[in-house]
């Protein structure tokens, strides 16, 4: 069974920063195009930041750039989403997904990433 375990969520200040992880189960990941998600209370589910498999080029949503990346490790069989500067639009759960198809390799959109997905951690940035 494929399974993507979320860990790392929390409230964090205005300009603070926070590493959400996802463990993966069942698969490598290395195999796979990965990606966060993020949705906000009343609004739909949109992509923050993904890694393609095809040949390692990222999307990433324009108001996190330089902000937020992502990465992963091979080893631990997880990938990360490092935030730092974070504003309290970016608060909302998170999600991570992992798909071996070229939709997914092409474009960070929820519906590119049928394969698996994390349970969610929610973030909330406010003072």
């Known amino acids: 069974q494929l399974r993507l375990v979320e860990s790392g969520g929390g409230l964090v200040q205005p300009g603070g920063a926070l590493r959400l992880s996802c463990a993966a189960f069942g698969f490598t990941l290395r195999s796979k195009n990965i990606g966060w998600f993020r949705q906000a209370p009343g609004k739909a589910r949109e992509g923050v930041f993904c890694?393609?498999?095809?040949?390692?080029?990222?999307f990433y949503k324009e108001s996190v750039k330089g902000r937020f990346t992502i990465f992963r490790d091979s080893g631990q069989n997880s990938m990360y989403l490092e935030m730092s500067s974070l504003k309290p639009e970016d608060s909302g759960v998170y999600y991570c997904?992992?798909?071996?198809?070229?939709?997914?390799?092409?474009?960070?959109?929820?519906?590119?990433?049928?394969?698996?997905w994390g349970q969610g951690a929610l973030v909330t940035v406010s003072s």
């Open positions: 890694l393609s498999n095809a040949n390692g080029g990222t």
């Open positions: 997904a992992a798909d071996r198809s070229i939709e997914a390799s092409i474009a960070c959109e929820p519906d590119r990433y049928e394969e698996v």
